[in-house]
Antibody
């Protein structure tokens, strides 16, 4: 059973960089695609981006200029950095595994999520 | 705004059948996946692909698609099915993923 766990600061100051790490157990990040998804409190889901089994990244165009997703295969972890944050970036941040088979895709395993609040 | 459009709220009587829909151009090329989210919990994948259920998802959940519309059907809704439901698919350009705005399901 694949399990994911987010970790990182719950409070980030305006204009600084949000940094989160997702630790994967029961599976290897050297296979499949590993994503970050966020959800502002009381609102809907937004896909942030992914890092693939080969280390290739792909980002939401609306966030691309501020997002970096990286991996540490030795620790079976992948990470999110979001720069120049504002209050609009306050959200629950989830890591998830994305499975892609031709036209069929799905986020089949999720972490429990972590709330990151941006405040001055 | 979202590239996938869902009705904000739907209600169903206990034991009856309900259909939740999702519209978007990307659904002509890619299958939708569906997620159930209960308060305070992470989303849970309930349907993916043509009509596939992950292990542990009850068979009262099913999916279908026609043209630019994907549907999630719950046959014999139970009280525990009350939740927010989100659709998701790969964007038309194939380079990123989009979610619908979500549908709040109330079981009466």
């Amino acid at each position: 059973q694949v399990q994911l766990q987010e970790s990182g600061p719950g409070l980030v100051k305006t204009s600084e960089t949000l940094s989160l790490t997702c630790t994967v157990s029961g599976g290897s990040i050297s296979s499949d695609y590993w994503s970050w998804i966020r959800q502002p409190p009381g609102k809907g889901l937004e896909w942030i981006g992914y890092i693939s089994y080969s280390g290739r990244t792909n980002y939401n165009p609306s966030l691309k200029s501020r997002v970096t997703i990286s991996e540490d295969t030795s620790k079976n972890q992948f990470s999110l950095k979001l720069s120049s944050v504002t209050a609009a970036d306050t959200a629950f941040y989830y890591c998830a595994r994305l499975t892609i088979v031709e036209a069929t895709t799905g986020f089949d395993y999720w972490g429990q999520g972590t709330l990151v609040t941006v405040s001055s | 705004s979202s590239d996938l459009t869902q009705d904000p709220a739907v209600s169903v009587a206990l034991g009856q059948t309900v259909r939740i829909t999702c519209q978007g151009d990307s659904l002509r090329s890619y299958y939708a996946s569906w997620y159930q989210q209960k308060p305070g919990q992470a989303p849970l994948l309930v349907i993916y692909g043509k009509n596939n259920r992950p292990s542990g998802i009850p068979d009262r959940f099913s999916g279908s698609s026609s043209g630019n519309t994907a549907s999630l059907t719950i046959t014999g809704a139970q009280a525990e099915d009350e939740a927010d439901f989100y659709c998701n698919s790969r964007h038309n350009n194939g380079n990123h993923w989009v979610f619908g705005g979500g549908t709040k399901l109330t079981v009466l």
